[in-house]
């Protein structure tokens, strides 16, 4: 090769490489720019209190800062909807980018229109994206156990008022028939003037109690419960001996859980085996260590037979075991066992129903902040 051509070859290998560390250099300022605008996105999350509604407008000076166009944001809220949108989303250069995140009965989906059609523009307005849905889905998952509190709250104190407000209604029913003439001293009067002084002290704890619950029910708020070890055998033995009965129990096993809850889960499936003329026979612990969890199966026998939608609707908020209004229901002890992160559920099987109770299990030193004393 001729010498005279070296410098030309090193002048354009030395441009080639003042090319390509541009490039990476640009590169590099716009990732570190959406990295910036991601950790922003996060703490713009967390300043609004990880909330869905407002997190969205709080985003969109940030989105727009780093380049996007527009934002469309569609909510789906226990079957309402609604939407919003920031900027222009009609720019035909534009390209949408989709995101969503959804939990049962509430969703988020939403667009940003971007100009960015290829290359690594397009990642970079993904990985916005994808930081928004983080957001959102954190959120939801937050609103939704809120009101799962809240609904489970209101249920247990609407179907307990209802004993009550039905007792004192048909207290209330007499007033009529013994204020018309309280001069009459029929028998009939004398009766009823005797019955209503009999009932009042009643009517009036009955009163009382309803105030008392409309009271707590309006302070309570979001449970902060910790979770503790509770070896559950003894722990069982003993919640059956407090309700009067003796229960043969099998297996053996140490889960996290709320005393509490798990007192007020026994005591649920307890009362309303009772309810539907049923008994609970047995209790079998089973630990499964692959899954990190205990499984306690409550086998109820039943006098008469029961169908899987029977058994499902013992689920359903609100739901009442006859037509009086007793029985509250299973409602609030699966939402008693979803606080301790595990679950409730039920299948029917010959001659009763067997009842399914999943906690996680205990492991010293993996429960920061609770107690290791074992209940």
């Not at 998952?141 to 039905?166: C, I, N, P, Q, Y």
Request: overall charge negative.
């Amino acid at each position: 090769m001729n010498a005279t051509w070296l410098p030309w070859i090193a002048g354009a290998s030395l441009i080639a490489g003042l090319v390509v560390l541009s490039v990476l250099a640009w590169l590099l300022r716009d990732v570190q720019r959406i990295e910036d605008a991601a950790e922003r996105l996060l703490q713009a999350n967390a300043a609004n209190d990880c909330d869905a509604h407002r997190f969205p407008a709080a985003a969109w000076p940030i989105l727009h800062a780093v380049g996007v166009k527009g934002m469309h944001v569609a909510w789906q809220w226990y079957g309402v909807r609604y939407e919003m949108g920031w900027g222009d989303t009609n720019r035909p250069r534009t390209v949408a980018i989709p995101f969503s995140a959804q939990v049962p009965n509430l969703s988020v989906h939403g667009t940003l229109w971007v100009p960015w059609a290829k290359g690594e523009r397009r990642y970079f307005a993904k990985r916005l994206a994808d930081t928004l849905q983080l957001c959102l889905l954190l959120d939801l998952w937050r609103t939704a156990a809120a009101t799962e509190t809240g609904f489970a709250l209101w249920s247990r104190t609407a179907t307990l008022l209802l004993h009550d407000v039905k007792n004192l209604a048909q207290f209330v029913l007499y007033l009529p028939v013994t204020l018309e003439s309280p001069d009459d001293a029929s028998s009939d009067r004398r009766s009823a003037h005797r019955m209503l002084a009999a009932a009042l002290p009643a009517a009036t704890e009955r009163a009382t109690r309803i105030l008392s619950r409309l009271t707590h029910w309006s302070e309570t708020t979001q449970a902060t419960d910790v979770l503790h070890p509770i070896a559950l055998t003894p722990f069982l033995e003993a919640e059956c001996a407090r309700l009067g009965g003796c229960v043969p129990i099998e297996g053996e096993a140490i889960v996290a859980a709320v005393p509490e809850r798990l007192r007020e889960i026994v005591q649920e499936l307890w009362e309303n085996s009772e309810r539907h003329q049923g008994t609970l026979t047995r209790i079998a612990v089973r630990r499964d260590d692959a899954a990190h969890r205990a499984e306690v199966a409550f086998a109820v026998a039943v006098s008469e037979p029961v169908t899987p939608q029977h058994v499902a609707r013992w689920f359903q908020p609100f739901f009442s075991g006859d037509g009086q209004g007793s029985g509250l229901g299973l409602f609030q002890a699966q939402w008693a066992a979803r606080a301790c992160h595990g679950d409730l559920t039920a299948r029917v099987e010959e001659g009763g129903v067997v009842f399914l109770l999943t906690l996680p299990l205990y492991e010293k030193g993996d429960r920061p902040g609770s107690s290791d004393r074992i209940e």
